[in-house]
């Protein structure tokens, strides 16, 4: 590589996060560098605002579960294909996959077979600790190196035969939003346990997770109110669900606050007592910022065919980090309202051992996912030696 030419970088992000770490990354790339990035691949606004033409919209490879993957499958195909032409042909410095695994890694193992010299690099670690073990000895051969973003990944990645990796730490524990929602959580006056409190309610981001869950949701809080519980219900949201979100709730005694402002998302984590919540991201995010939580889930249903398939012994992602439960689950038919209602009710009462307990596993998790550095910085580290070493 020549030292006058700018550094030229392959990059495929498909979901809104995975974009979101490939800007910051490149970011870090054109700090470290003292200069702009040239960039070809596949990517969002973020990346796109750095002067990404993407080769197609991204929201196209962010599929969620089996049935949405199967039935756009010819159109998957086509795009991995085309995408690794174009790749490979280019000749980037680098490539840097990033999540979205089921397309971005047939793009590398496509991408090495036709360009070896180029270096592959994955950012954000497969689910290779919850389902699917051999597919860390499967990126073997096309992978050079995985960036994880959970501190115990590195270690499941060389358990398993997989690429090295690096822990280069979790964009969420940067976050401002969450900084200061954490920070409103510690310093304000909780409220006793005749005062009315403030649930968020997080159905998720997909609309079959909202039809999923906030029906089982909407009972919850029947009950809650049933047995004495005054509450304030909020509900952060995106908007491309929030018309449905707003359509389901409608017809619930008490209409909650829809929130849409990121912003205001954050401000309603700080005022939160506890949270109903789909399990995901949204679950660390509230972990992070010290709210209470029970995390649920409704599997796809063509994904219930594989549940064998699963060896991981829980889905959330603060238990994991943990390496115990802090956070209840509860999936498909373990969904019962009356349950919930009475969980939460523990999780909202200030001096109870189940809000207890999980505040100081809240503490635990934040300590094991700090770094020294900003992940982008410790990932552009890792891009730049691999490219160097061409």
């Known amino acids: 590589m020549s030292a ?8 495929v992000a498909g979901e809104e996060s995975g974009d ?13 560098r003292g200069g702009a990035v040239e960039l070809i691949g596949v990517g969002g606004r973020h990346l796109q605002v750095l002067g990404l033409k993407s080769l197609f919209d991204p929201a196209a490879i962010a599929l969620m579960g089996a049935s949405a993957i199967v039935r756009d499958l010819p159109r998957l195909i086509a795009r991995i294909h085309s995408t690794a032409k174009t790749i490979a042909d280019a000749e980037p410095d680098c490539l840097i996959t990033i999540d979205s695994p089921e397309f971005t890694l047939r793009v590398a193992k496509k ?13 954000v670690c497969p689910s290779i600790w919850a389902w699917r073990p051999s597919r860390a000895a499967e990126m073997q051969p096309y992978v050079d190196h995985v960036l994880c973003v959970l501190p115990f990944e590195v270690d499941e990645l060389r358990r398993l035969s997989g690429p090295p990796g690096t822990y280069v730490g979790h964009r969420l524990t940067y976050d401002t939003g969450i900084l200061h929602a954490a920070r409103h959580q510690s310093e304000r006056q909780k409220p006793s346990s005749q005062d009315e409190k403030t649930l968020l309610v997080l159905p998720g981001s997909r609309k079959s997770e909202v039809r999923g869950l906030l029906g089982a949701f909407g009972e919850t809080i029947d009950i809650l109110r049933q047995r004495g519980n005054r509450l304030r219900l909020l509900i952060p949201t995106v908007p491309h669900v929030a018309e449905l979100v707003e359509a389901e709730t409608a017809k619930w005694p008490q209409h909650p606050e829809i929130i849409l402002d990121p912003a205001r998302k954050w401000q309603a984590f700080g005022e939160a007592d506890a949270a109903l919540a789909a399990s995901g991201t949204v679950s660390l995010e509230l972990a992070l910022c010290r709210v209470p939580l029970l995390a649920c889930y409704r599997v796809d249903r063509l994904m219930r065919l594989f549940l064998g398939l699963i060896t991981v012994w829980s889905a959330s992602l603060p238990n994991l980090i943990a390496d115990r439960a802090v956070v209840p689950e509860y999936y498909d038919f373990s969904i019962r309202p009356g349950m919930l209602a009475r969980q939460i009710e523990q999780l909202m009462t200030t001096d109870s051992d189940a809000r207890r307990l999980q505040l100081n596993g809240f503490t635990e998790i934040k300590k094991r996912m700090t770094t020294m550095r900003r992940p982008g910085a410790v990932a552009a580290d890792v891009v730049l030696g691999y490219i160097q070493a061409k």
């Open 4 to 11: 006058e030419r700018p550094l030229r970088i392959a990059i």
């Open 20 to 32: 979101l770490l490939g800007a910051d990354l490149i970011r870090a790339l054109e700090t470290a």
């Open 111 to 123: 991408v090495r077979a036709r360009n070896p010299k180029i270096p592959i690099i994955h950012y």
